[in-house]
């Protein structure tokens, strides 16, 4: 039987993390032994089915005595996540260890010194490049056996760090999971006072610089007045820049723009709740939310990163090739003007990146992979 350790760094609802748990959800366990390391102790840790083993780190552990033994372990000059997989390894005794994104950084000298096959999946680009430190990243282009890319483009920057077996597994959307309860959508658009009129345009993704927190500004300033509100869901960072863009709403653009945080159980429902998407992000290394706004029969407006200009076309969005935020407002007003698109023709645009197609693929690359 194909023993697997994968390891991540939260569990939670990331889209990356997202598409590990579809994976370990629709892998055999006759066919596959699987062990699941998580830095933290993610969301996602407790909805896994019975037969996926699972640790975290001592650093995040509930017992107190492997918080202690970390320390220990640093006083030494030991990695405590390198020394805790090592010994996972001699236990489990994995044929394939799968590092899901490249911010686990005490993976690659374990795996080294344990001398098995790691492969690691890139979810980033080079916005996240700058967040790790220099010898991590040079860690995971020399040690890693074989590198994943979630996109072209994310592909195409592994290429250029100098790795030589770069593979494509494309991010995917469970689309059967996608089911918007419309009775809750209707109580949501009473409870922020969203009006029969109103255009309601969505941005889904943390709330921070790189996903266009100050684009937001001028795009309020010029529909201020008008029946068009935003709504952004997402984690919020508590950063300056967000105490900023909330003064200036609070200020000059009250009940037009709306934070209700990040969203689980009502996640689709905003999203339904929505007549279009806004991506002000500068940089996507997939964009996950586009598919799913596409697959909700929603016109999506923005700058074009990602794979947005493989699934936006002039019938069901409207991409900016330059940073230009009247561009963007530009495209908004075309969708304003006519909101309604095909939605058949539009799920088949995204058809290509649900898991009904891509976890066959993704089961058959990691077959290969365990060659």
């Known amino acids: 039987m194909k023993k697997i350790l994968f390891i991540t760094p939260i569990f939670g609802r990331t889209g990356s993390e997202m598409i590990l748990w579809y994976l370990l959800n629709h892998l055999d366990p006759k066919e596959y032994r699987i062990y699941l390391f998580s830095e933290q102790m993610g969301e996602l840790l407790n909805k896994l089915p019975p037969h996926v083993k699972t640790a975290v780190s001592y650093r995040n552990s509930k017992v107190w005595y492997l918080k202690l033994f970390r320390g220990i372990l640093k006083m030494f000059g030991i990695h405590p996540v390198g020394y805790q997989l090592s010994r996972l390894q001699k236990k489990f005794k994995a044929d394939l260890w799968y590092v899901n994104t490249i911010t686990v950084p005490g993976s690659y000298g374990a795996a080294k010194k344990s001398n098995v096959k790691i492969v690691t999946h890139f979810h980033e680009l ?28 994310v592909c195409d920057r592994v290429l250029d760090l100098g790795h030589r077996d770069v593979r494509l597994q494309y991010s995917f959307i469970d689309a059967a999971g996608i089911k918007p309860d419309l009775n809750r959508v209707g109580e949501l658009r009473r409870d922020l006072g969203i009006n029969p009129g ?82 002000l992000s500068r940089e996507e290394s997939f964009s996950l939310v586009a598919v799913e706004a596409v697959y909700l029969g929603k016109p999506v407006v923005g700058f074009n990163t990602g794979i947005l200009g493989q699934i936006i076309n002039e019938e069901n969005g409207a991409l900016s090739n330059t940073m230009d935020i009247n561009a963007v407002i530009s495209g908004m007003h075309i969708f304003h ?35």
Not at 131 to 138: E, G, T
Not at 244 to 257: D, F, H, T
């Open 198 to 279: 109103d255009f309601v345009w969505i941005i889904s993704g943390t709330i921070s610089y790189m996903k266009g927190l100050d684009q937001i500004i001028p795009v309020l300033e010029h529909f201020k007045g008008q029946s068009v509100k935003i709504i952004w869901i997402g984690g919020k960072l508590d950063t300056g820049l967000q105490y900023y863009a909330e003064q200036i709403v609070a200020e000059k653009y009250k009940n037009q723009l709306f934070f209700p945080g990040g969203q689980s159980a009502d996640y689709y429902n905003y999203m339904e709740l929505a007549d279009g998407m806004l991506i």
């Open 126 to 153: 080079l916005q996240a490049y700058n967040l790790i430190r220099y010898n991590n990243l040079k860690d995971v282009i020399s040690i890693s056996d074989v590198c994943i890319g979630c996109s072209e483009e």
């Open 337 to 371: 003007e006519r909101p309604v698109i095909d939605l058949e023709k539009s799920r088949q645009n995204v058809l290509k990146y649900t898991s009904e197609f891509q976890l066959p693929h993704f089961e058959r690359l990691l077959n290969e992979l365990l060659m």
